[in-house]
């Protein structure tokens, strides 16, 4: 038999729709989809503003799904800097007893955004990030989006062979990583891993590995190839 959990009215207070207002939304979503996203698209800020909502076929010769297809925007600018007028103070991350602000943050990501342009990244790379779950994931996720960079996240328990096919797949030039990573109380040798990876045959476009110090555990290292963040970090500017 199930359970039905009523809402405590402080948390409906602090809702910002409540269900007569999401069905008004969904109605008009329905009705008039493309006035609707245009709507939901002016929440967020725009480099320059798209002029047509979507644009969608799905012929068989000319098959294609696209949204705000003629608007640019840059998805760190709209998750950080747009906050900082109002907001440098607020808090941004809670990760277990630390917190960071929106400032903080965009401190760091610019940082790691220019750590890796230290490395050689640029606009239209893909960039792997193979993390363990801490604040420095989302910041390298946020620094590859301020360049311009594709990142793809790969989940940090996967195994070596899991991550070669997925940095082949992708043709990954950079792999962000930490020395370790800590699951419970089972270490996770995430370094190691990449190294593995990157000694499968079909990794042939990894260049360099970038590694974030999280344990101060003990791992391999190649000069050529790796680089540590906080080193290139310590090279370059917040801007």
């Given at each position: 038999?199930?359970?039905?959990?009523?809402?405590p009215?402080?948390?409906?207070?602090?809702?910002?729709?409540?269900?007569?207002?999401?069905?008004?939304?969904?109605?008009?979503?329905?009705?008039?989809?493309?006035?609707?996203?245009?709507?939901?698209?002016?929440?967020?800020?725009?480099?320059?503003?798209?002029?047509?909502?979507k644009?969608?076929?799905?012929?068989?010769?000319?098959?294609h799904?696209r949204w705000?297809?003629?608007?640019?925007?840059n998805?760190?600018?709209?998750?950080?800097?747009?906050?900082?007028?109002?907001k440098?103070?607020?808090?941004?991350i809670?990760?277990?007893?630390?917190k960071i602000t929106?400032?903080?943050?965009h401190?760091r990501?610019?940082?790691?955004?220019?750590?890796?342009?230290?490395?050689?990244?640029?606009?239209?790379d893909?960039?792997?990030?193979?993390?363990p779950?801490?604040?420095?994931?989302a910041?390298?996720?946020?620094?590859?989006?301020?360049?311009g960079?594709?990142?793809?996240?790969?989940?940090?328990?996967?195994?070596?062979?899991?991550l070669?096919?997925?940095?082949?797949?992708?043709?990954?030039?950079?792999?962000i990583?930490?020395?370790?990573?800590?699951?419970?109380?089972?270490?996770?040798a995430?370094?190691?891993?990449?190294?593995?990876?990157?000694?499968?045959?079909?990794?042939t476009?990894?260049?360099?590995?970038l590694?974030?110090?999280?344990?101060?555990?003990?791992?391999?290292?190649?000069?050529?190839?790796?680089?540590?963040?906080?080193?290139?970090?310590?090279?370059?500017?917040?801007?």
């Open positions: 038999m199930s359970k039905v959990y009523a809402v009215d402080q948390v409906a207070e602090r809702a910002h729709i409540d269900a007569d207002r999401y069905a008004e939304m969904y109605r008009y979503s329905i009705e008039d989809n493309e006035g609707f996203w245009s709507e939901q698209a002016a929440r967020i800020d725009w480099i320059k503003p798209f002029s047509t909502v644009d969608v076929s799905f012929a068989k010769d000319d098959l799904i705000f297809d003629d608007g640019t925007l998805a760190c600018y709209n998750c950080v800097d747009r906050h900082l007028d109002n440098r103070d607020d808090v941004a809670i990760w277990e007893d630390l929106y400032g903080e943050l401190a990501v610019c940082k790691f955004a220019n750590a890796l342009k230290a490395l050689g990244a640029t606009k239209g893909r960039i792997t990030i193979y993390m779950m801490i604040p420095d994931a910041i390298a996720m946020l620094a590859c989006a301020r360049i960079a594709v990142h793809s996240v790969v989940f940090g328990g996967f195994s070596p062979e899991a070669a096919g997925r940095i082949q797949d992708c043709e990954s030039n950079i792999v990583t930490a020395d370790q990573g800590v699951r419970g109380a089972k270490i996770i995430l370094k190691d891993n990449v190294d593995r990876a990157a000694e499968n045959p079909g990794v476009t990894l260049k360099k590995v590694v974030v110090r999280h344990t101060g555990g003990d791992i391999d290292w190649s000069e050529d190839r790796d680089a540590w963040l906080h080193d290139l970090e310590a090279e370059v500017d917040a801007d």
